[in-house]
């Protein structure tokens, strides 16, 4: 396993992922925050078999990929003095904006929606890759729908088997949580997804963005479509909480992995346990890859230490919330007799 960032593609390589492109086929390739499943962006047909091949619902919007925000009239109807000076500061790079849409781009692509998505991507391969391409490259994660996004070559692999013709091999991506999306449709623009540039970074830009108000309430177990998950049912448990409620697990003679921030005060056998460590940056990073390994244990459950309230762990948190099973109950209840009925009770997708 290659665990450096490759920096560039062979030309040839880039030449014949472009041709798939051009035939309607399916390229998964490297940015830096995840791997993306590319189509071209202009061609129906193909953009369908990205949702097919990720068992996506058609009215999700994809975000399309540009080697450079010239080519931006293209595809947005507009774009106001917020974008551009978001675009001026953080493109090429994990941010995602969302404008009023071209009459051209195609409902396939926006969901039906009157608004699309743009990233300009600013990892080398991404950007080898849509210079060569010469238009726009329509790319979500290229996971399973609601699955964990993919950092690495072979968890691309893994998640789509032979629904994508052909892989770049980038390594690992470097930030390894998904882009920031700003919304600039709406006055003032609106952080739709936290990623690794901070809302003050944003705000440095545009103090008047505001985070999204989709403030998540408690979800009732098994009610709601989890995302950025891993198959396990996952648990987001309190720092002090963490070795009493494994041990809970280990006592039922069930298997139990560990996401945390530090190592185990004590273990057993029936405990795998991640360090993740305290700094954000790199606990990113590792996210997913680290999400998938606990995933493979055949585990009862994932515990994830709950992270600091902080926003260099927005992303973060965001994701792991959304990844959880049951959090805010768990989170809240004191109680570990009810917490374990409350685990039972769950209905996992
Ligand atoms: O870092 C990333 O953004 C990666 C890499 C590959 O660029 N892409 C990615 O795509 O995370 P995806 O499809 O997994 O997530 C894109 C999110 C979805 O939640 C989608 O609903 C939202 O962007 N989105 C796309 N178009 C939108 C639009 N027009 N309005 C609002 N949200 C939109
Ligand atoms: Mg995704």
Redesign the pocket.
Known sequence: MRLMPVHRAPQQEIEAAVEVLRSGRLVAFP?E????LGANAGDPSAVRRVFAAKGRPGT????V?LDDPKYLGRWARSVPAAAARLGEAFWPG?L?L?FERALAVHDVV??G?D???V?V?AHPIAQQLLKAFGGGIA????NRYGHV?PTRPEHVREELGDAVQMILDGGECKIGV??A?V?VVSDPPVL??P?SITLSQLQSVVPEIVPTSDERVPRVPGSDARHYAPGTPMHIVPDKRLEQVAAEFADNRERVAVLAMRPPARTNRLMTWINAGSKPELYAHNLYANLRTLDRTAASAILVQEVPDDEKWHAVRDRLYRAATAEKLITNDPDLAAMRAMFDEDELP
């Open positions: 940015t925050t995840v791997y993306g999700h919007p994809l975000i990929h994990p995602t969302v926006t969901g929606q608004t699309v998505a990233r991507p790319a979500p994660s290229a996004s998904e882009s999306i919304s739709l997804r990623g």
